[in-house]
């Protein structure tokens, strides 16, 4: 029973992708290590980028969905002048 083995006598860090083996000393071992510290500030920066990225492309996407839904339903509203945005948003807001 392989998983059962590796479940039981080792542990996954996630931060560094290894294996180590799963008792205290060497956990704590691994964990005080400057290489253990080092990818896990980088995992943290890796995520908290991650989730600002994701952040802009959805505003950025919403943006967009308005501005095409705003030409869709006020066509010439360049010539025309500002568009009634409220009006507008309602009848979108479907
Ligand atoms: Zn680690």
Same mark, same amino acid.
């Given at each position: ?21 799963? $008792? *205290?000393?060497? /956990?704590? +071992?691994?964990?005080?290590? %400057? ?18 990225? $994701? *952040?802009?492309? /959805?505003? +950025?996407?919403?943006?967009? %969905? ?29």
């Amino acid at each position: 029973m392989a998983d059962y083995w590796v479940s039981r006598d080792k542990y996954f860090c996630k931060y560094c992708k290894i294996y180590i083996a799963d $008792d *205290k000393p060497s /956990r704590i +071992h691994h964990e005080t290590g %400057l290489r253990h510290k080092g990818n896990y500030e980088r995992y943290i920066r890796e995520v908290y980028r991650k989730g600002m990225t $994701d *952040k802009k492309d /959805r505003a +950025h996407e919403a943006r967009e %969905l308005a501005r095409v839904e705003a030409v869709r339903f006020w066509p010439g509203g360049a010539s025309l002048g500002p568009p009634p945005w409220g009006a507008l948003l309602r009848c979108a807001g479907r």
